[in-house]
């Protein structure tokens, strides 16, 4: 890293507010420019900005109107650049964006009933991202909602409308192998309960309880430290993502 971006990092380090600045900028804020503001307080433009709008802080009308940040009745400023009445774009009567597309943009455009690469007919086979064998039912949009999972179907074909509250499940917990002999039909309540965590040996019962717990004090954490960035004024950017 060169030294000018090291001083130009350093000279961007989060500022934190003391009470006088922040009693400072509620006094003079609503009807001080926030440049002169900035500048007794040794800051950027930028921070004080982001600190007035965490406080809600705003300009009173009399402040705009005197900064010129607002027009006053029957003002003329700018009046040489506004549209006049019956006035005509430059594109009226073109037929809108497609007619003043580039030739090659327009022959590069999606046709009606164009498919994507990805497109599969009904009927098609394909394994989901949680290892179940699901089939293509319908071409429907958004696609996802056009799959439905081969054991469910398989069941169903037997047996009917699965009831609400229960699910189909494989005796073996072989999720490939899809026979209405390797099927059953167990309540949910009945799955919760077999993967309790009241089920399982007491070590791993333990470290679950642990990683539970880590995780939101974690959170908790990240929730107070996002807090009071807001309170200062500041991103509230994610550790965890960085």
Known sequence: MTAAKT??????????????QIKTLRARYPHVKTQLIADDLGLRLEQVYAKAHALGLKKTPEALAEFGHTLKPGSQLGAAYRFKPGHSTHSHG???????????????RFRPGHRS????PVGSYAWSKDGYLKRKVADVTPSRHGWEL???LIWMAYHGDIPAGFAVCFKDGDRTHVHLDNLELRARADIARANSIHNLPKPL????????ALNRSINHHERKRKQQQQQH??????????
């Open 94 to 108: 073109l037929g809108g964006h497609r007619a003043q597309s580039h030739p090659n943009v327009i022959a590069s």
């Open 205 to 212: 019962a333990d470290v679950l309880r642990l990683k539970g």
């Open 233 to 242: 004024g500041e991103p509230a950017n994610d550790r965890r993502s960085a």
């Open 150 to 152: 081969e054991h469910r």
């Open 7 to 20: 001083t130009a990092r350093k000279n961007r380090a989060r500022h934190v507010w003391t009470d006088a």
């Open 117 to 120: 690469q990805t497109w599969v």
